[in-house]
């Protein structure tokens, strides 16, 4: 019975003495090594934008490129490429179905711009392709604009969601 009576004390002090140490909280966010800017590249310290169920998240711009070079060609703008480095990241439950080739790059003077086809297949970007659910996915777009016009707003679709299947709705993301 002493016996039995001793064992419990010191559970309950064992317990006791672990309590009051201080634990180490589990870290919240991933820590991701810093990268270098390309030379010809600004980088972006914008908040992330939403759009559906795809977080956007804007790293890295580059305007007023002549030319772009790819494996096996160079390949002249006929105004100007403009270069958008970002991040997508799927934060719904679902898949969604992702479309490069609907982001717009909007300009000073209103006008909204597809990427330049070309340009996206000679830099070997992505174009349409399913994003899973918790992914996320760094790539750039290029759009070739007038000389004389300045990229003002990225206006990005999320893709396709359970609530809203068409998504007609971008959401403009000011650079």
């Not at 003495?17 to 270098?36: G, K, V």
């Not at 030319?67 to 390949?75: D, K």
Request: aromatic share 6%; charged share 25%.
């Amino acid at each position: 019975m002493k016996l039995r009576l001793l064992a419990v004390v010191v559970l309950a002090l064992a317990a006791g003495c672990a309590a009051n140490e201080p634990s180490t909280p589990a870290p919240t966010t991933y820590e991701l090594p810093p990268r270098q800017v390309r030379p010809d590249e600004t980088a972006l310290k914008l908040p992330p934008a939403k759009n559906g169920d795809t977080e956007f998240t804007l790293i890295g711009l580059a305007a007023g490129l002549p030319s772009i070079t790819g494996s096996h060609t160079e390949f002249p703008a006929k105004g100007q490429f403009v270069r958008l480095r970002l991040v997508i990241t799927n934060t719904g439950t679902s898949s969604v179905l992702f479309d490069t080739k609907r982001q717009l790059l909007v300009d000073d003077q209103g006008a909204a711009r597809p990427p330049e086809e070309q340009a996206m297949l000679i830099k070997r970007q992505p174009g349409q392709f399913d994003l899973g659910h918790g992914v996320r996915v760094e790539f750039d777009l290029y759009w070739d604009i007038p000389k004389d016009r300045k990229p003002v707003t990225l206006r990005a679709f999320g893709g396709p969601t359970i609530t809203d299947m068409k998504n007609l709705n971008g959401t403009d993301i000011k650079l």
